[in-house]
């Protein structure tokens, strides 16, 4: 297949207008790569200090063949961890559960690999279309979960995203939220829909008290959303196919694109762009763990059936 104009490397980047961007001499995969499974999607720190990663196994619907599997970043074993799920995709630690969004159903995962439905589309305030990221509230309580909203709607019959100013771009309807899910308790929706976040993926609480860092994959918005009136804050721009996104302690902010094969680096304020990873491919980039102990990404290949382990940092 032609490339498609919308994905070169230079458009992309020359859509972050007024950012330096560094990129790596060699864009080399990565360091470190481990085989895991079928179609992984996020990765993330559990009981124990595991790694734990999703495995959606085939895309169809209904099969049951996802998996949550461990993966020790040391010797790049892996083992099944629990099973029976649909189509995982975010995972996130509460410190007592891991959580998992599954297509339309929410999870917890005790430390024996027990999994218990948290949440179905009956629990939500609003009809469900597709539960992607999820993010722990500080304190454990409670999780942050995307509704993608227009998913259906972002791509052309060849499955690239339709071009930013295009007409079909313009037609995407808005109905992207996060839910707060605690594990006791009523679902709330805490950010509702806005073309800022037009598709919404990845989620994560800010640095910054009562704020959460959300990517829109269709415009490759960063936001930022103050959950107390839920104003929205764009941070930075064109990173399309955003699927996941973290920030660091010093409030760097890591973004991946599904779309593009890309993993960037950028400060608190969306500037000094860093390129960490390029050149993987199309659906590929998902959802990853930033590991700041380690100064690693360890970053789900979904198309491969792998994770890349990434400095997280050029220098």
Do not use: C
């Amino acid at each position: 297949m032609p490339a498609h104009p919308w994905f070169s490397r230079a458009v992309l980047l020359a859509s972050v207008a007024a950012l330096t961007v560094t990129t790596p001499a060699v864009a080399a995969p990565s360091e470190v790569t481990f085989t895991v499974g079928t179609r992984p999607e996020s990765v993330t720190k559990g009981f124990d200090g595991k790694v734990f990663v999703t495995i959606q196994g085939a895309p169809e619907l209904g099969k049951n063949d996802g998996e949550v599997r461990t993966l020790d970043p040391k010797t790049g074993a892996v083992a099944p961890f629990a099973t029976g799920l649909d189509n995982p995709r975010g995972i996130a630690f509460t410190g007592k559960y891991l959580v998992v969004a599954d297509t339309t159903t929410v999870w917890t995962i005790d430390k024996n690999g027990v999994k218990k439905v948290l949440a179905t589309p009956a629990s939500f305030p609003k009809a469900i279309e597709f539960l992607n990221d999820v993010s722990a509230e500080a304190g454990g309580g409670a999780v942050y979960v995307s509704e993608m909203g227009g998913r259906g709607f972002m791509r052309d019959p060849n499955g690239y995203l339709w071009p930013v100013d295009s007409p079909e771009g313009a037609a995407i309807p808005s109905f992207a939220r996060i839910y707060r899910i605690p594990l006791e308790g009523k679902i709330t929706e805490v950010v509702k829909p806005s073309r800022k976040t037009l598709v919404l993926n990845g989620v994560t609480a800010s640095r910054k008290p009562g704020r959460l860092l959300m990517v829109d994959m269709f415009y490759g918005n960063v936001v930022e959303s103050d959950l107390e009136n839920d104003r929205k804050k764009i941070i930075a721009t064109g990173f399309r196919g955003a699927d996941g996104v973290a920030q660091a302690r010093d409030g760097s902010i890591y973004v991946s694109s599904f779309d593009n094969g890309m993993v960037w680096k950028m400060d608190r304020d969306g500037e000094n762009v860093q390129v960490l990873l390029s050149g993987v491919g199309r659906s590929t980039t998902a959802d990853f763990l930033l590991d700041e102990r380690a100064n690693s990404l360890l970053v789900p290949d979904t198309l491969h059936g792998t994770v890349h382990v990434v400095p997280a940092s050029l220098t």
